[in-house]
């Protein structure tokens, strides 16, 4: 069973860099076929896909937030990271991680973590 | 970017009833690459169907789904209480996944 489990700090600081990783069990990154996103919701909100990242570490970003994104993936650890530069409130959500298989949808996902921008 | 528009916001239906779901596209959807998702209250989404019509595992045979082109459905033959909930419709498509903005199904 592939479970996914975000980590990382819950307040960040306006106009600072948003740090999350995504630790992945039960199944390897680097055996490909899958996407590894990260997906955010603002409070009461709908969903938001941020981006992705295959194993061999090609990323491809929501085209509204593409200028401070930047996944990484470090199949050592089985981990994949999102960092979110020049962070504002309007930057506060639950933040997760989610396995995607094509077309097969995202079938895994993390719980989720609130990530809260606020000085 | 494709625009997912779900309706219709709220549903309110009694726990036995058939719930229909809509989600409509601005432009095609590949079949294959449309999705349905439930999340409750402090949860992640669960994965409920794929590819338009494909059940995901574990998933009772009273969710179904339909569809194609720019129109999607998502049936739920008989409410039990355990399905009032948010429900989401994804797509894939030019590199970029987007959802819809949800259906609330909630205990009338």
């Known amino acids: 069973q592939v479970q996914l489990q975000e980590s990382g700090p819950g307040l960040v600081k306006p106009s600072q860099t948003l740090s999350l990783t995504c630790t992945v069990s039960?199944?390897?990154?680097?055996?490909?076929?899958?996407?590894w996103s990260w997906i955010r919701q603002h409070p009461g909100k709908g969903l938001e896909w941020i981006g992705y990242?295959?194993?061999?570490?090609?990323?491809y970003y929501n085209p509204s937030l593409k200028s401070r994104v930047t996944i990484s993936v470090d199949t050592s650890k089985n981990q994949f990271s999102l960092k979110l530069s020049s962070v504002t409130a309007a930057d506060t959500a639950v933040y997760y991680c989610?396995?995607?298989?094509?077309?097969?949808?995202?079938?895994?996902w993390g719980q989720g973590t609130l990530v809260t921008v606020s000085s | 970017e494709i625009v997912l528009t779900q309706s219709p916001g709220t549903l309110s239906l009694s726990p036995g009833e058939r719930a229909t779901l809509s989600c409509r596209a601005s432009?095609?959807?590949?079949?294959?690459?449309l999705a349905w998702y439930q999340q409750k209250p402090g949860q992640a989404p669960r994965l409920l169907i794929y590819?338009?019509?494909s059940r995901a595992t574990g998933i009772p045979d009273r969710f179904s789904g339909s569809g194609s082109g720019t129109d999607f459905t998502l049936t739920i033959s008989r409410l039990e209480p355990e399905d009032f909930a948010v429900y989401y419709c994804q797509q894939y498509g030019s590199s970029s996944w987007t959802f819809g903005q949800g259906t609330k199904v909630e205990i009338k």
């Open positions: 989610a396995r995607e298989g094509g077309i097969w949808g995202f079938d895994y």
């Open positions: 432009q095609s959807v590949s079949s294959s690459y």
């Open positions: 590819g338009a019509s």
């Open positions: 990242i295959y194993y061999s570490g090609s990323t």
């Open positions: 039960g199944g390897s990154i680097s055996s490909g076929g899958y996407y």
